[in-house]
C-alpha cells in the first residue's frame, strides 16, 4: 500500500443533519490500525471564495462583520460562497461587489486550500483583484458589514499581529509579497503590490 492510499474503511454512512449549506454525516469506520471508531463528516454545499482587492495606489478593503459561529467580530477580505460545479471566479467578481461596491478588470487566481480537512470537506479559492473601479456595495440580508481601506502593508501587518486569523484572509495577505517575484504576475499588478507593501 502507498502512502497516497486510503487506510480508512467505510462501514455505514448516516446523514444526521441539512440545511442549505451543509450536511453532517455519521461514519462508522475501520481506523487505519483496524480498530473500529466513527467519524463526522460536515458536507458543503458551496466552495469559499475569497478575493484581495488591490488598488493602483496599493491599497485594499477589508471587510469587518461579526461571525455568529465564533461569537466574535472578525476583519476580512471580501469572500463569498460559490456553488459547486459554478465559477468561482464570477463568484469572486460578485462578492468584491456586493461587499465592497468595487468591479476589477482583472482577477489572478494565487491559491487554493482546503479550510478545515479534519472534519469537514470545504475547499476554497483565493484570488487578487485589480483594475478596480469604485461603487455602492450591495451587502445580503445576513450580512452588516464594515468596510475599512487601508495600504496592504497596514492589512499585512494586522494580519501579522494577530489581528486577522480568517484562514484565506491570512492566505492572501500573506502570499502577496510573494506575489512580487513570480514570473506570471502582471506589472500593473506587481507595481501596485510594490507600492502598497512599502
Known amino acids: 500500500m502507498s502512502h497516497h492510499d486510503n487506510p480508512w474503511k467505510t462501514l455505514s454512512r448516516t446523514q444526521v443533519y441539512e440545511n442549505p449549506w451543509i450536511k453532517l454525516e455519521h461514519h462508522d469506520v ?9 467519524y463526522g463528516v460536515v458536507r458543503f454545499a458551496n466552495h469559499a471564495v475569497g478575493v484581495l482587492p488591490v488598488a493602483e495606489d496599493g491599497s485594499t478593503w477589508l471587510v469587518g462583520q461579526f461571525r455568529y459561529s465564533l461569537n466574535a467580530y ?13 465559477s468561482p471566479a464570477d463568484t469572486a467578481h460578485r462578492e468584491l461587489r456586493e461587499e465592497t461596491g468595487l468591479r476589477a478588470a482583472h482577477l489572478l487566481p494565487i491559491h487554493k486550500v482546503a479550510l478545515s480537512n479534519s472534519v469537514c470537506d470545504e475547499q ?11 461603487g455602492e456595495a450591495e451587502p445580503e440580508g445576513t450580512e452588516k458589514l464594515a468596510l475599512r481601506r487601508l495600504p ?9 499581529r494577530g489581528e486577522i486569523t480568517d484562514s484565506m484572509s491570512l492566505i492572501a495577505l500573506l502570499r502577496a509579497p510573494m506575489l512580487l517575484t513570480q514570473p506570471d504576475v502582471p506589472d500593473d499588478l506587481r507595481r501596485a503590490l510594490r507600492q502598497g507593501l512599502a
Open 30 to 38: 475501520l481506523q487505519p490500525d483496524g480498530a473500529p471508531g466513527i
Open 74 to 86: 472578525s476583519w476580512e477580505i471580501p469572500e463569498g460562497g460559490c456553488p459547486l460545479g459554478t
Open 124 to 134: 476554497g479559492s483565493v484570488f487578487v483583484a485589480w483594475g478596480l473601479t469604485e
Open 152 to 160: 496592504l502593508r497596514a492589512a499585512l501587518d494586522m494580519a501579522l
